[in-house]
């Protein structure tokens, strides 16, 4: 299952709203994991289930979609939001992740 | 706490072998299912290899079947990854993560080591 991910980069203001996309290439039910990604760490997983928020991670995060459309939300930017975002599939026995949104200051 | 500590990872030439070790503890091990994700120099993160529990599955990206081999030792709560025939694009940090079936759902997310670097270079 392919998974495409929109935008790649992204350049945006603390406090603006975004929306990150991702497609699955086959209808994938809810089994879509978003995880963020900062500098030499590894990634944290957000959201899971296509829409259920991880315990600690702020209510600005917001998932959505079922099938093959999903979305991330962050409602309002905070400086520690500049990071890179994945999208996971765990519907097929052979997981595969989005190619990542890079969240970059304006 | 769940902890995954990766080892084994460094420099080997082309066409060389590496066996990357994971440890796992805070958990039953045998009752996960455990992956490989490796993430080249810059770029994004590419799921490698799954393991069931037992041991019983195993499941592996196009670009290292017939290459890599994955086990694990639940005496030891240990998993492996086997790397023959590397190649300059195996080069990557390699992260050893936990499969976990949500509590209210069936869909599965992963918990994260910090990775081993693997440089495949002459």
């Known amino acids: 299952i392919q998974m495409t991910q929109t935008p790649s980069s992204l350049s945006a203001s603390v406090g603006d709203r975004v929306i990150i996309t991702c497609r699955a290439s086959?209808?994938?039910?809810?089994?879509l994991n978003w995880y963020q990604q900062k500098p030499g760490k590894a990634p944290k997983l957000l959201i899971s289930?296509?829409?259920s928020s991880q315990s600690g991670v702020p209510s600005r995060f917001s998932g959505s979609g079922y099938g093959t459309d999903f979305t991330l939300t962050i409602s309002s930017l905070q400086p520690e939001d500049f990071a890179t975002y994945y999208c996971?599939?765990?519907?097929?026995?052979?997981?595969?992740f989005g190619q990542g949104t890079k969240l970059e200051t304006k | 706490e769940v902890q995954l500590l990766e080892s084994g990872g460094g420099l080997v030439q082309p066409g060389g072998s590496l066996r990357l070790s994971c440890a796992a503890s805070?958990?039953?091990?045998?009752?996960?299912?455990m992956h490989w994700v490796r993430q080249a120099p810059g770029k994004g993160l590419e799921w490698v290899s799954r393991?069931?529990?037992?041991?019983?599955?195993?499941y592996y990206a196009d670009s290292v079947k017939g290459r890599f081999t994955i086990s694990r030792d639940n005496s030891k709560n240990t998993l492996y990854l086997q790397m023959d025939s590397l190649r300059a694009e195996d080069t990557a940090i390699y992260y050893c993560?936990?499969?976990?079936?949500?509590?209210?759902?069936?869909?599965?997310?992963?918990?994260w080591g910090q990775g081993t670097m693997v440089t495949v270079s002459s």
């Open positions: 993560a936990q499969d976990v079936v949500g509590a209210t759902t069936p869909v599965s997310t992963l918990t």
């Open positions: 805070g958990f039953i091990f045998r009752n996960h299912a």
């Open positions: 393991i069931t529990g037992y041991g019983g599955n195993t």
């Open positions: 086959q209808t994938i039910s809810n089994y």
């Open positions: 289930a296509a829409s």
């Open positions: 996971q599939q765990s519907f097929s026995s052979l997981y595969t």
